[in-house]
């Protein structure tokens, strides 16, 4: 018996379909993992150093934030429904 039909790249997934959540999981898990081995590296304090050091050299002169939506439309990829709705899922275990 033929497996299911294969989804054709850029083919929009059902956002409720359970492996949207499956997903979910696997990255909150991926997350949690990478969080796990920059800690254990200290490349948590080293990041935060260089966040300090840019705050303090920053003079204010040019506003360098971006709204929500330029920072959307420079994503490497679409933000479908499915997508979206794996993206809230991880939020909500971490």
């Avoid at 299911?4 to 850029?10: E, I, L, Q, S």
């Avoid at 081995?37 to 003079?59: C, H, P, Q, R, W």
């Avoid at 929500?68 to 679409?78: D, I, L, N, R, S």
């Amino acid at each position: 018996m033929p497996g299911p039909p294969a989804r054709r790249r850029g083919a929009e997934k059902d956002p409720h379909d359970p492996q949207v959540e499956e997903l979910a999981a696997q990255h909150c898990a991926h997350h949690k993992a990478l969080l796990q081995a920059i800690e254990a590296a200290g490349l948590d304090v080293a990041e935060e150093k260089l966040f300090e050091t840019y705050d303090a050299e920053a003079s204010g002169e040019e506003d360098v934030q971006m709204s929500a939506f330029e920072a959307v439309t420079k994503m490497p990829y679409g933000f479908s429904a499915a997508r979206t709705r794996c993206m809230e899922l991880t939020a909500r275990l971490l």
